[in-house]
């Protein structure tokens, strides 16, 4: 069925875009017991495969039910744009355990007999230590699944916020929608979100919307966050078909022969706006060789550059997406 989000002109007003490590945590933990999930992200599943397999990870999937409610605390929406896992895991730990019981009541219903089981039980009897448990858990799988790669990741989140921050000032609330996901519809107060799971109607009352791009969500679109949290929606990022592709992999030999191979790598690396020292990490290469790279190419009008928060991130203007793509 599809979800629908109601806003009044307050809420257009505090819309807002968070890039968040626990939602990549959280939805890699997901992937891996998704199949349909797994297109993009085999060289990652190749890479995680044997540490994945010595986590426990049944208390985090019996509270992810396909459709239905899944537990808001575990996941609650950032605070600011750019929160660190370590803020987003002590606001995890600090849930009221009675708060978590309820959510926890939720998730459990909507899969049959996860109530009854062992680890259901378990989970209610005691939701102090459920919390502990549970914050543990996301803990160790963020430190297996996503911290090695986040720099990668990052880096495609940031540029996916930064596209879209462009989107919304450009064409407004409507214009930005489209561009996020098909299944997203919007008629002027109403955001229409299909084939969600969550809730199947909320109305925002003020408290706005918070967006957050996710590598490991697609190819879904996930809606909710009940009170005390703000509502928020997670979308697939852009970019994610050559995000585990390494840079030599997708460079031209003509290329590399006119500009280098170092080089032709960097302009061809440049997929979506990334920043030097994400770029450096993801080519292996030192990030002053990168800045000289970066610098070069963009006195060629190959790139350009733009400031977002803390760093500078770089794009290919036409001239570059045009070289970058010859055979």
């Known amino acids: 069925m599809p979800f629908q989000l109601h806003f009044d002109e307050s809420d257009l007003l505090r819309c807002?875009?968070?890039?968040?490590?626990?939602?990549?945590?959280?939805?890699?933990?997901?992937?891996?017991?998704?199949?349909?999930?797994?297109?993009?992200?085999?060289?990652?599943?190749?890479?995680?495969s044997a540490a994945a397999a010595a986590l426990d990870l049944e208390p985090l999937w019996l509270l992810m039910p396909d459709g239905g409610h899944n537990p808001d605390f575990i996941c609650p929406p950032p605070i600011g744009p750019l929160a660190t896992f370590e803020e987003e895991?002590?606001?995890?730990?600090?849930?009221?355990?009675?708060?978590?019981?309820?959510?926890?009541?939720?998730?459990?219903?909507?899969?049959?007999?996860?109530?009854?089981?062992?680890?259901?039980?378990?989970?209610?009897a005691d939701p102090a230590r459920a919390v502990r448990e549970i914050a543990d858990l996301l803990e160790r799988a963020w430190q297996v699944l996503?911290?090695?790669y986040w720099p990668r990741l990052r880096a495609l989140l940031e540029a996916d916020i930064a596209y879209h921050s462009r989107k919304l000032a450009d064409g407004g609330l409507a214009g930005l929608l489209g561009e996020v996901s098909t299944q997203l519809s919007w008629n002027g107060a109403t955001l229409t979100v299909q084939g969600t799971r969550g809730d199947h109607e909320q109305v925002l009352g003020g408290q706005g919307l918070v967006l957050m791009p996710s590598v490991f969500v697609w190819p879904e679109v996930v809606g909710g966050h009940?009170?005390?949290?703000?509502?928020?929606?997670?979308?697939?990022?852009?970019?994610?078909?050559?995000?585990?592709?390494?840079?030599?992999?997708r460079t031209p030999e003509t290329l590399?022969?006119?500009?280098?191979?170092?080089?032709?790598?960097?302009?061809?690396?440049?997929?979506?706006?990334?920043?030097?020292?994400?770029?450096?990490?993801?080519?292996?290469?030192?990030?002053?060789?990168?800045?000289?790279?970066l610098s070069v190419l963009r006195g060629a009008g190959l790139l350009t550059s733009r400031r977002y928060g803390h760093q500078v991130l770089y794009e290919r203007t036409p001239l570059g997406i045009a070289l970058a793509a010859a055979t």
């Open 16 to 48: 807002r875009f968070a890039l968040s490590p626990l939602v990549e945590t959280q939805e890699a933990v997901r992937t891996l017991a998704r199949r349909h999930r797994h297109g993009y992200h085999l060289p990652w599943l190749r890479r995680i």
């Open 89 to 124: 895991i002590a606001s995890v730990r600090a849930v009221d355990p009675e708060v978590a019981r309820a959510d926890m009541e939720l998730a459990l219903a909507g899969r049959p007999g996860a109530r009854e089981s062992v680890t259901g039980r378990r989970l209610l």
């Open 146 to 148: 996503i911290e090695p």
């Open 226 to 249: 009940r009170e005390p949290w703000q509502p928020g929606l997670i979308y697939p990022a852009r970019g994610i078909g050559g995000l585990w592709s390494e840079a030599g992999e």
């Open 256 to 293: 590399a022969r006119l500009l280098g191979r170092v080089r032709a790598d960097v302009l061809c690396a440049l997929d979506e706006p990334v920043g030097t020292s994400a770029l450096a990490h993801r080519l292996g290469l030192a990030p002053s060789s990168v800045s000289a790279h």
